[in-house]
C-alpha cells in the first residue's frame, strides 16, 4: 500500500455543498481536505447553456454568513453572476480545495477508518462527506441508438446555444425545469421546436402581486422536513416544478406555446429509423400541470384569506389551447426533425464508493445526510431534510447540520466496521 496522507475529514466534491460544509469545519478547526474532480464551480461554469439562469429569486442564495448582497434580490442571477457569487464565497475562507482530482475509490477498513484513492495521491479519513451531487450520468434511452444517425441527438449537458443546431426542428424531450426553457431558448430564437411533454408539474411565477415561491416560503411550505411530509416518497421522486427566471421571471404555459406554433406531442416512448413513437398521453400531461399550477394557486388564496391579507385579485385560469388529436407516431423527414435534445436528467454514479451506505437500488440511505455506517455521509441532495436542500435556499442549514454531526464523532472513539 502507497503511503496515505490522513486527514480527519475528506470531503468528496467541491460545488456549494462541499464547500459549503467546509467553511463550518474549518471554523470548528477540523482538519479536511476537499477533492473536486473538475475545476472550482465546473459544473456551473461549463454544464449550463449560455441562457441559464436561477429559476429561483436571488434572495434564496444563502451559503452560509454569506447571503446574496446583490441590488436585485427578488431578481434571477445569470451564469456568470452564479460563479461569481460563488468565487466569492469560496475566496472569504479560501478552502482546502483540491482541484483536479477525480475520486476512484473508497473502502472503510476493519478499524473504522476509510481509505480514499485518487488521481493525484491516495489519503486515509476518519470521515468521510460525499458532496458529489446526482448529476453524474445524462440519461439517454436504449431505444436513441435506433433513431436514423442523420438526426443529431445531443443531451442538455451539452447544449449552449441555438445556433448548435442544424437548420430544421428541433424536438426537446422532456419538460423539467430544463427541457422546457431549452425549448423556449430555442424559440425565442426564432428556431423550430417541438416538445415531447412529460408528467412534470409546473408552477405560477407571478401570482397575486408576489412571487409564487415567496408565498411559499412565508406560508412554511419550505420549512416541511421529509420527516414530515405526507408523501416523502413522491417528493423525493417527483421532477420540479417548472417556470423561469428568464428575462426577469415568467410562468411557462405550455398550451400558449402551441399557439405561437411549438409542436406538442406526449411522452417518447420509442424511436427507429425515422420515425418516434409517443404515448397519448399529451392531453393528460398538461391537464395534470394545470392542476398543479391551479392547486398552488388556491393554497395562497387560502393563506391570504386565512391572514386577512391585502392582495391584489388574480384573473381566473384559462386553458388556452387543447390538442385535438393524440398523436402518437412521426415520420422525422416528413416533419422536418433535424435533431433531438434530450433533457429527461441524470443519474448519480456511486460505483467508486464501496461502502455499505446503498439499498437495494442503489440509493445512499441515511438521516439528514447521515448515514447508519459511522463517520459516513451525504449532502447536497434533493430532500436531504427540506425542499431547499441541493438547492442555495437550504445548504446553509444541511451543512451546519451535519458540520456538528461531524465534531460530535471526532470527540468520539472511531468504532470498528461490521
Not at 156 to 163: F, I
Not at 283 to 294: E, G, H, M, P, R
Request: contains cysteine.
Amino acid at each position: 500500500m502507497s503511503e496515505r496522507e490522513h486527514k480527519t475529514v475528506v470531503i468528496v466534491g467541491g460545488g456549494q455543498a462541499g464547500l459549503s460544509t467546509s467553511y463550518y469545519l474549518t471554523g470548528e478547526g477540523i482538519d479536511h481536505v476537499v477533492l473536486e474532480r473538475h475545476g472550482k464551480f465546473h459544473s456551473w461554469r461549463e454544464n449550463r447553456w449560455d441562457t441559464f439562469c436561477l429559476v429561483t429569486p436571488n434572495w434564496q442564495c444563502r451559503l452560509p454568513d454569506f447571503p446574496y448582497q446583490g441590488s436585485d434580490p427578488d431578481g434571477f442571477m445569470v451564469k456568470e453572476e452564479i460563479t461569481d457569487y460563488l468565487d466569492a464565497f469560496a475566496a472569504k475562507f479560501n478552502p482546502p480545495l483540491v482541484e483536479h482530482c477525480a475520486v476512484t475509490r473508497i473502502t472503510r477498513t476493519e478499524d473504522g477508518s476509510y481509505l480514499v484513492d485518487t488521481s493525484q495521491g491516495n489519503y486515509s479519513a476518519d470521515q468521510v462527506v460525499i458532496a458529489t451531487g446526482g448529476y453524474d450520468n445524462p440519461i439517454v434511452p436504449p431505444y436513441a441508438g435506433d433513431l436514423d444517425p442523420s438526426i443529431l441527438q445531443m443531451h442538455s449537458v451539452d447544449y449552449r446555444r441555438p445556433a448548435q443546431m442544424p437548420e430544421g426542428k428541433t424536438l426537446v424531450v422532456g419538460t423539467g425545469q430544463s427541457g422546457v426553457q431549452l425549448m423556449e431558448d430555442l424559440h425565442l430564437e426564432g428556431r423550430e421546436v417541438a416538445l415531447a411533454v412529460g408528467p412534470a408539474p409546473r408552477s405560477p411565477r407571478q401570482y397575486r402581486g408576489r412571487d409564487a415561491t415567496d408565498w411559499l416560503y412565508e406560508m412554511g411550505h419550505y420549512h416541511i422536513t421529509i420527516d414530515r411530509h405526507p408523501d416523502p416518497v413522491h417528493a423525493v421522486t417527483k421532477t420540479n416544478h417548472y417556470m423561469t427566471g428568464r428575462d426577469g421571471g415568467h410562468e411557462i404555459d405550455l398550451r400558449q406555446f402551441a399557439r405561437e406554433g411549438v409542436g406538442l406531442y406526449g411522452s417518447v416512448s420509442g424511436m427507429s429509423g425515422q420515425t418516434i413513437q409517443f404515448l397519448p398521453d399529451l392531453a393528460q400531461n398538461l391537464d395534470d400541470a394545470d392542476a398543479s399550477y391551479v392547486g398552488i394557486c388556491k393554497a395562497i388564496d387560502t393563506y391570504i384569506t386565512k391572514e386577512g391579507i391585502n392582495a391584489p385579485e388574480a384573473k381566473p385560469f384559462e386553458k388556452v389551447w387543447h390538442p385535438e388529436v393524440e398523436v402518437t407516431e412521426i415520420n422525422c423527414a416528413d416533419e422536418g426533425i433535424t435533431s433531438v435534445l434530450w433533457a429527461i436528467g441524470f443519474r448519480p454514479n456511486y460505483g467508486w464508493i464501496e461502502v455499505d451506505v446503498f439499498d437495494e437500488r442503489g440509493r445512499p440511505k441515511y438521516t439528514r445526510g447521515v448515514c447508519d455506517v459511522p463517520g459516513f455521509y451525504f449532502i447536497g441532495l434533493g430532500w436531504l431534510n427540506t425542499w431547499g436542500s441541493g438547492r442555495f435556499l437550504g445548504i446553509n442549514e444541511d451543512s451546519r447540520y451535519l458540520a456538528d454531526a461531524i465534531a460530535q464523532y471526532a470527540k468520539t472513539p472511531v468504532l470498528e466496521a461490521t
